[in-house]
């Protein structure tokens, strides 16, 4: 998926908040799983477009952050879609490693409420701790 490298106007569409960003939510394309909620700015949405893979903003690290950079769970677009009011973007990705939470589960909406609580339902795939071990170094 690519974009028009000068033409821009379709960011202008986007109804950005006061900080200049807007939610979006990474769905599995084949299975329409969420898989995560994050923060887009108007670069972020841009180069995801123009590089055909998922781009956020971390608000954390202020600083654009390319998903899979650090675990190498990259996210492959497939198609961008913005919602009714056009302050919430969702993207149809493919999630490479099969693992989109930073917990090593394939989503990030792995707890369930039920009886008075929040239980974990989804397994870990693969232990955090092996694959941020890089990070260690």
């Known amino acids: 998926m690519t974009d028009n490298k000068t033409d821009t106007t379709w960011l202008d569409c ?6 200049g960003l807007v939610p979006a939510i990474a769905q599995d394309h084949a299975t329409g799983r969420v898989l995560m909620v994050a923060w887009m700015n108007r ?6 477009a123009r590089e055909g893979r998922a781009i956020y903003w971390s608000r954390s690290r202020a600083r654009l952050w390319r998903k899979g950079e650090e675990s190498g769970h990259v ?3 497939h198609e961008l879609r913005l919602d009714c009011d ?4 969702v993207m149809q990705v493919e999630q490479r490693g099969g ?3 930073h917990t090593g589960r394939q989503s990030c909406f792995y707890k369930v409420y ?4 929040w239980q974990d339902t989804d397994p870990v795939i693969r232990n955090p701790e092996d694959i941020y071990a890089h990070k260690h170094d």
């Open 75 to 77: 996210q492959i677009l």
């Open 86 to 89: 056009n302050d919430v973007i």
């Open 99 to 101: 693992i989109a939470c």
């Open 43 to 48: 670069e972020a949405l841009q180069l995801t």
């Open 14 to 19: 986007i109804k950005w908040d006061a900080d």
């Open 114 to 117: 039920s009886n008075g609580q």
